[in-house]
């Protein structure tokens, strides 16, 4: 069973950055697409960005395109989010979350093509 642990979340200033980390215990995490999705307070979990399992494509939600980057790196087992010019919006918690299938990578910002889930990350912004 794959765990997935997610660090890197806090309190930080609107306008400010913050990179957020997803370890994966599993080797077979190089065959799989990873994605990030976040849930804000009294809201609904939402998708934010996702890579392929070799780290050559990426896709986004739109509200995040331009200030989100998700990578990953392979010989750490790790897949990572950061985030610039943070917005009160941006709060809430993230979690990492494995792609179901491997070899597998899509457009798709639907949460049913995951597996496994980390336990999230609360990420807090001040104005």
């Known amino acids: 069973q794959v765990q997935l642990v997610e660090s890197g979340g806090g309190l930080v200033q609107a306008g400010g950055s913050l990179t957020l980390s997803c370890a994966a215990s599993?080797?077979?995490?190089?065959?799989?697409?990873m994605g990030w999705f976040r849930q804000a307070p009294g809201k609904e979990r939402e998708f934010v960005a996702s890579i392929n399992w070799k780290g050559s494509s990426t896709y986004y939600t739109g509200s995040v395109k331009g200030r989100f980057t998700i990578s990953r790196d392979g010989a750490k087992n790790t897949v990572y989010l950061r985030i610039d010019s943070l917005k009160a919006e941006d709060k809430g918690i993230y979690y990492c979350a494995k792609y179901a299938t491997k070899w597998s990578f899509s457009f798709n910002p639907q949460s049913s093509l995951y597996d496994y889930w980390g336990q999230g990350t609360q990420v807090t912004v001040s104005s």
């Open positions: 599993d080797r077979t995490f190089a065959d799989y697409a």
